[in-house]
């Protein structure tokens, strides 16, 4: 078994969190960041027993700014 770090990205939306992991695509929620977190996790895991992850050798994150109007 291997363990790989993957990233989680949260935001909250009315009295839930939802968390994403980009390199996988799968998404989950829950009341707490440790529930959400938890959830997250059991659901890449699950995900990848069927759907294994291919190789990347380097994840690129990067932030950009986009012109709203107020």
Do not use: W
């Not at 363990?3 to 009341?31: I, N, R």
């Not at 890449?44 to 990347?56: A, N, S």
Request: glycine residues 2%; contains cysteine; proline residues 4%.
């Amino acid at each position: 078994m291997t363990t790989k770090t993957l990233t989680a990205v949260l935001h909250k939306e009315d009295d839930m969190y939802v968390a994403e992991c980009p390199e996988v695509g799968t998404v989950s929620q829950g009341y707490s960041l440790e529930e959400t977190l938890a959830n997250l996790k059991e659901a890449t895991e699950l995900y990848l027993e069927e759907f294994p992850m291919p190789k990347i050798d380097k994840i690129l994150r990067t932030t950009f700014e986009a012109s709203i109007s107020a």
